[in-house]
T-cell receptor, first 113, second 113 residues
Framework: DVKVTQSSRYLVKRTGEKVFLECVQDMDHENMFWYRQDPGLGLRLIYFSYDVKMKEKGDIPEGYSVSREKKERFSLILESASTNQTSMYLC????????????FGDGTRLSIL | AQTVTQSQPEMSVQEAETVTLSCTYDTSENNYYLFWYKQPPSRQMILVIRQEAYKQQNATENRFSVNFQKAAKSFSLKISDSQLGDTAMYFCAFMRNNNDMRFGAGTRLTVKP
């Protein structure tokens, strides 16, 4: 089975802090994704990566950056956390073949105080 | 841009009965993929069923089936013989060949004993 592991289930940080969310997958997937999930809005794509050191902006990249130094690991960075970034963050991965579904981690519920 | 609409924020069904969740989408693409994901209270998103747009036959997975109407851009999910474990958020998703996936806002389904 595909395993996508997010480093934290719950995280509480303060406004202005730099926050790192980590995601690791064990299926040698080329693609990795970061979403945020908010009630009534579904999942919105923040960034995705289709290869090591490659990244593409999604629909809501403002206030975020990402890092992919190794194929299995994709990090989401909140450069200076703000209260409007309080949300559920989901990581996903998939093979590059166009018909492959995404596999998700358990999510990180991030609260910015 | 592709959009996915789930018009039912919440639904409920009695155990053992059948329920249908609605999803419509908007695209100018001819080749694409559609998915239903389930997110139980434990939060991990799980793939329920998928449909390739070029296939006319509706996909079926055990108690889960879809009604895919390409011309109408409709992709509904039918759950037969509902079980308590089906209680979850259900997300409809659209994906083009480039792995760019778009999600609806979700439908919260409650199965009542």
């Amino acid at each position: 089975d595909v395993k996508v592991t997010q480093s934290s289930r719950y995280l509480v940080k303060r406004t202005g802090e730099k926050v790192f969310l980590e995601c690791v997958q064990d299926m040698d997937h080329e693609n990795m994704f970061w979403y945020r999930q908010d009630p009534g809005l579904g999942l919105r794509l923040i960034y995705f990566s289709y290869d090591v050191k490659m990244k593409e902006k999604g629909d809501i990249p403002e206030g975020y950056s990402v890092s992919r130094e190794k194929k299995e690991r994709f990090s989401l960075i909140l450069e200076s956390a703000s209260t409007n970034q309080t949300s559920m963050y989901l990581c996903a991965s998939s093979f590059v073949s166009g018909d492959q579904p995404q596999h998700f981690g358990d999510g990180t519920r991030l609260s910015i105080l | 841009a592709q959009t996915v609409t789930q018009s039912q924020p919440e639904m409920s069904v009695q155990e053992a009965e059948t329920v249908t969740l609605s999803c419509t989408y908007d695209t100018s693409e001819n080749n694409y993929y559609l998915f239903w994901y389930k997110q139980p209270p434990s939060r991990q998103m799980i793939l329920v069923i998928r449909q390739e747009a070029y296939k006319q036959q509706n996909a079926t997975e055990n108690r889960f089936s879809v009604n895919f109407q390409k011309a109408a851009k409709s992709f509904s999910l039918k759950i037969s013989d509902s079980q308590l474990g089906d209680t979850a958020m259900y997300f409809c998703a659209f994906m083009r060949n480039n792995n760019d996936m778009r999600f609806g806002a979700g439908t919260r389904l409650t199965v009542k004993p």
